[in-house]
């Protein structure tokens, strides 16, 4: 099973190692199937594949896309509105990438639930996953704000126990009012549910 896999596009040919994924390169044109692909870093400019583009292909659709792109796109762009997840300097080091990259590191997910199965049992908790599952598909399909924020801190706090990082941080983000937040959360919510059936 692969759990750390990262996908780099309109990079070059010499991928960065980046410390604790795996890494391959691939232009726009012949990009897999990526239902194996745990988080995507686009090169932003020169015709570089849009992130609607990348989740219209098979096993994309929550895939969480990171902008790789000068400091001043950055600070410049409403890149969320684009829609990345989020974004890192192009010019970064690879250790500072890989901290860009650490929320969606499913590994580290994997590792805190086995943790957690090792202290409070299997039984407890593939349960509390199966509860955690219905919540995260209720919250990706609701449409009214309001109920929205008040399910969103209750998500943030369970997926804080339960090691999904980037979930955690999202809905909270957006149950403090942050609602341009609710693409990317929604997002996280479908990750949290793959990562959830690999494990499985």
Same mark, same amino acid.
């Given at each position: 099973m692969k759990t750390?896999?990262?996908?780099?596009?309109?990079?070059?040919?010499d991928p960065p190692a980046v410390p604790g994924w795996q890494v391959g390169v691939r232009c726009p044109a012949s990009l897999?199937?990526?239902?194996?692909?745990?988080? +995507?870093?686009?090169?932003?400019g020169g015709g570089t594949v849009s992130p609607s583009a990348l989740r219209a292909r098979p096993g +994309?659709?929550?895939?969480?896309?990171?902008?790789?792109?000068p400091v001043d796109w950055i600070e410049r762009e409403d890149w969320r509105a684009l829609g990345y997840d989020g974004a890192v300097a192009a010019d970064a080091s690879p250790?500072?990438?890989?901290d860009a990259l650490a929320d969606w590191h499913r590994a580290g997910?994997?590792?805190?639930?086995?943790?957690?199965?090792?202290?409070?049992?299997? =039984?407890?908790?593939?349960?509390?996953?199966?509860?955690?599952?219905?919540?995260?598909? +209720?919250?990706?399909a609701e449409r009214?704000?309001?109920?929205?924020?008040?399910?969103?801190?209750?998500? =943030?706090?369970?997926?804080?126990?339960?090691?999904? =990082?980037a979930l955690g941080r999202l809905w909270l983000r957006f149950s403090e009012g942050e609602s341009g937040l609710a693409g990317s959360a929604r997002r996280a919510a479908a990750y949290a549910i793959t990562t959830i059936a690999r494990r499985g």
């Amino acid at each position: 099973m692969k759990t750390h896999c990262l996908l780099l596009v309109g990079t070059g040919s010499d991928p960065p190692a980046v410390p604790g994924w795996q890494v391959g390169v691939r232009c726009p044109a012949s990009l897999p199937a990526l239902d194996e692909i745990d988080v +995507a870093l686009v090169a932003v400019g020169g015709g570089t594949v849009s992130p609607s583009a990348l989740r219209a292909r098979p096993g +994309a659709s929550c895939l969480p896309i990171i902008a790789l792109a000068p400091v001043d796109w950055i600070e410049r762009e409403d890149w969320r509105a684009l829609g990345y997840d989020g974004a890192v300097a192009a010019d970064a080091s690879p250790a500072a990438m890989a901290d860009a990259l650490a929320d969606w590191h499913r590994a580290g997910t994997l590792a805190t639930l086995d943790r957690l199965e090792s202290s409070f049992g299997a =039984a407890e908790i593939e349960s509390l996953l199966g509860r955690f599952g219905v919540m995260l598909a +209720a919250v990706r399909a609701e449409r009214d704000p309001t109920a929205l924020a008040g399910m969103a801190h209750r998500v =943030a706090g369970i997926a804080g126990t339960l090691g999904f =990082a980037a979930l955690g941080r999202l809905w909270l983000r957006f149950s403090e009012g942050e609602s341009g937040l609710a693409g990317s959360a929604r997002r996280a919510a479908a990750y949290a549910i793959t990562t959830i059936a690999r494990r499985g």
